[in-house]
């Protein structure tokens, strides 16, 4: 049976979704960005988060550590990591603090190699950025760093257990490759 009650909440809705759409429709109401636009913004993860997920699945592959344990050392899921290693989910300061404890780094690490202002963009907006005291670093592209052959070759040396053939290694391989110039 359709009483007044329903007859009332169906009408109700009709008028909510109707508000909705003009509202919609003309960008926002109130000057703000439309549904479509924060949507948008929602899905598209931030340059930056982005490149703090790379640096952690950096280190974490670098340590031969899987996403399962290092959830499981700071009370995550595997998925929870996925997202922070994607960019998806943002990764707060407390959370920082403690991935770079765990994976035994500074916190300046995930931000090492951060491309230019002119490559961090983020809603059609430049993000400025500020300069620092700190040197400008040569980094490797970003390529280099998460090929498989580089993530095996410095396993490999970090399993050798004494520390002067480590050195000696090392130095024969930098003897090898062509004056950085």
Same mark, same amino acid.
């Given at each position: 049976m359709f009483d007044g009650t329903q007859k009332a909440r169906g009408k109700r809705r009709s008028v909510q979704r109707a508000a909705g759409a003009a509202v919609e429709r003309e960008g926002g109401g109130m000057g703000g960005p439309s549904a479509e636009d924060? @949507?948008?913004?929602? *899905? +598209? /993860? $931030? /340059?930056?988060?982005? *490149?703090? @997920? $790379?640096?952690?699945? =950096?280190?974490?592959? #670098?340590?031969?550590? $899987? &996403? %399962?344990? =290092? @959830? %499981?050392? =700071? @009370? #995550?899921?595997? &998925?929870?990591? &996925? +997202?922070? %290693?994607?960019?998806?989910?943002?990764?707060?300061a407390s959370r920082l603090f403690d991935l770079a404890r765990v994976l035994d780094v500074p916190i300046s690490f995930f931000f090492d190699d951060m491309p230019g202002e002119s490559a961090v963009k983020s809603g059609g907006t430049t993000r400025p950025t500020f300069g620092g005291m700190a040197e400008a670093q040569e980094g490797f592209d970003d390529d280099t760093l998460h090929r498989r052959e580089t993530l095996e070759l410095v396993r490999a040396y970090y399993r050798i257990p004494d520390p002067a053939v480590r050195k000696r290694v090392f130095e024969l391989i930098k003897s090898l490759a062509p004056p950085v110039e």
């Open positions: 924060i @949507g948008e913004r929602e *899905h +598209k /993860p $931030s /340059p930056i988060d982005v *490149h703090v @997920g $790379s640096r952690v699945r =950096l280190r974490r592959t #670098l340590l031969g550590m $899987s &996403q %399962e344990k =290092l @959830g %499981e050392a =700071l @009370g #995550l899921t595997f &998925q929870q990591i &996925q +997202k922070y %290693e994607r960019g998806v989910n943002r990764i707060g």
